[in-house]
């Protein structure tokens, strides 16, 4: 019954390979995110989209690359990994655009995946 | 500029003891919130508290927001081992579609 999931929950791969992390909610919300956590914790903003369409992009290297198939699913595609992608990547997701805007967009997590890039 | 810098960075404390610990912001917001994560996990919604209020609570949750000094304090009482966590707030800007999220408050309740 898990509303955020992601797969995989760790992933260990060889710079300059090409990976995609898969992100699903069972929530019917209409907004996904994905985070990046760095390894004091820090958590950035990648990308926002509201309906299958991008809302967020932020600065981003072009390595980078979302994809929303349906409103219940985001995948990040990784180009090109580099040492400095190593971090934790969350998946989010929040009710709708409008409530978002209205600020009642309190965000549910999935539980994160590990990338390591060697 | 970064929303939401937590201070102190590190609390360590006793079952039983309470954990206070904030956030300051720099903008005007429309609502703070305050999630925790668990190790190894991802975030998990506390509560909400918008601009217009002053202190919100929910079961052993205490937060309070003062806009004229941009901050926030979370207070848990009676703390426990499960409470063992790094607590995070974020801002929500009006129109802004986002939330940005401070940098995290270590919480260690020793049994």
Known sequence: DTAVSQTPKYLVTQMGNDKSIKCEQNLGHDTMYWYKQDSKKFLKIMFSYNNKELIINETVPNRFSPKSPDKAHLNLHINSLELGDSAVYFCASSQDLARLAGGENEQFFGPGTRLTVL | ?111
């Open chain 2, 1 to 111: 500029s970064q929303q939401g810098e937590e201070d102190p960075q590190a609390l360590s404390i006793q079952e039983g003891e309470n954990a206070t610990m904030n956030c300051s912001y720099k903008t005007s917001i429309n609502n703070l919130q305050w999630y925790r994560q668990n190790s190894g996990r991802g975030l998990v919604h506390l509560i909400l508290i918008r601009s217009n209020e002053r202190e919100k609570h929910s079961g052993r949750l205490r937060v309070t927001l003062d806009t004229s000094k941009k901050s926030s304090s979370l207070l848990i009482t009676a703390s426990r081992a499960a409470d063992t966590a790094s607590y995070f707030c974020a801002t929500a800007v009006y129109g802004n579609n986002r939330l940005a999220f401070g940098k995290g408050n270590q919480v260690v309740v020793i049994p």
